[in-house]
């Protein structure tokens, strides 16, 4: 196959798993995502990072680190960022 047709192809992939038609509905679901703070002196630790790095997750899921929201540690300046978002849903 030619880069072409294998752009194609991909572009057909993405649309059958991400936009092909059928029957669903969008849920409202809050998310969670971890936000770094200042650090002080030696910068955020790696767990934290780390936690920031999952991106928005559902309410009920943990972590990288295990923990529910922060702190992760003591001296954790870190926050929880919450917000509501639309989930599609198959039938």
Known sequence: MTEQQLETLAQALVWALEEAPGEYYYDEVTVKRWI????????????????SEDGDIDMDDLFSSGDDEPPAHPH?????????TRKRVYV
């Open 36 to 51: 770094l703070g200042d650090g002080g002196v030696a910068g955020n630790c790696e767990l934290c990072v780390e936690n």
């Open 76 to 84: 954790c300046t870190c926050q929880v960022e919450y917000r509501d």
